[in-house]
């Protein structure tokens, strides 16, 4: 597969860098390096976007629903945000449109490519747009452009945040969320349990290998560690949205990792009880050397 070199940083345009661990999944290697003048971390090098995720997109929507059947609660973030046209970008197993619907955003949907998510919803009267965002016409401007857990995979990040200022209402609401790098819990991730991927770290080298050698492991490997272009902190992705005619408004909180149904009862109960007491203390500035936010939460608007 062709890479694509990224000779300057995507913040500042800064050219020293250094290098935090490099990952190979089978000939498929990237380094992730951090900007020495903006402390921005991205991939050195990244994969074509269309190649990387078309092939496994068609079954997405399938497998996150039987990865993860239950659902997710968004409400907490939903409820911070005015009702009105609403437009997620990759919704992937579109449990969040749904949810938006059903507290009566005007929604509309888009994906990179079809899938099996996207005909199902679809069949629910739920609006679907297929292709690079950046080149759809929805013929209309919408209050509100949210995407969860997708702007560290966008690798031309400055040309998706232009599009999306143009998709916005003057008064809309660019709303984020994303992985937090520069927490506690990051450490704590191994704990959890992943079908698709283990971690062998051999001489500052992190090596990726599918638990089944089917190619369709292969290409979720390939996706979850060279799709995030960018880990992000609190800091960084405020400079590099606000760069493209922004502004942040709100940066809500955060919530810890959950292990979901993996790692038997005893250990879900205590892990994430320990996660939500650790959250409040947070939250209450006794830990304040500590980030515990497993995803940053952003509201930015219009410049």
Not at 101 to 113: A, P, Q, R, Y
Not at 177 to 186: A, S
Not at 188 to 217: A, H, I, M
Request: hydrophobic share 35%.
């Amino acid at each position: 597969m062709r890479k694509l070199a990224v000779s300057e940083c995507p913040l500042c345009s800064g050219k020293k860098r250094k290098q935090l661990r490099v990952s190979r999944v089978g000939a498929f290697e990237s380094a992730l390096v951090q900007c020495e003048q903006c402390r921005l971390k991205y991939l050195d090098r990244i994969y074509p976007p269309e190649k990387l995720y078309a092939e496994h997109t068609i079954t997405r929507g399938e497998m996150l629903e039987t990865l993860r059947p239950e659902e997710r609660n968004h409400d907490d973030y939903l409820k911070e945000i005015k009702k009105g046209s609403f437009l997620e970008i990759g919704f992937g197993d579109g449990k969040l449109l749904r949810r938006a619907k059903k507290l009566g955003f005007d929604v509309v949907g888009n994906e990179i490519s079809d899938s099996g998510a996207a005909r199902r919803l679809r069949k629910e009267g739920i609006p679907i747009s297929i292709g690079d965002v950046r080149n759809v016409s929805f013929n209309r401007k919408f209050d509100v452009v949210f995407l969860s857990h997708v702007i560290e995979h966008l690798h031309d990040v400055g040309s998706y945040l232009e599009a999306f200022h143009k998709l916005l209402k003057q008064e809309g609401r660019l709303v984020l969320l994303t992985p937090n790098y520069n927490n506690l819990f990051r450490f704590l991730l191994p704990l959890q349990r992943d079908p698709f991927r283990k971690f062998v770290k051999k001489d500052d080298v992190v090596y990726v290998s599918p638990k089944r050698s089917d190619g369709e492991s292969l290409q979720w490997c390939k996706t979850l560690e060279f799709g995030h272009v960018f880990q992000f902190e609190k800091p960084t992705i405020k400079k590099l949205v606000e760069k493209h005619g922004f502004s942040l408004l709100k940066q809500g909180s955060g919530r810890g990792p959950d292990l979901g149904k993996g790692g038997g009862l005893i250990k879900r109960v205590i892990f994430n009880s320990v996660t939500n007491l650790l959250l409040k203390l947070f939250d209450n500035a006794v830990l304040k050397p500590f980030d515990l936010q497993y995803e940053l939460f952003l509201i930015f608007g219009k410049k």
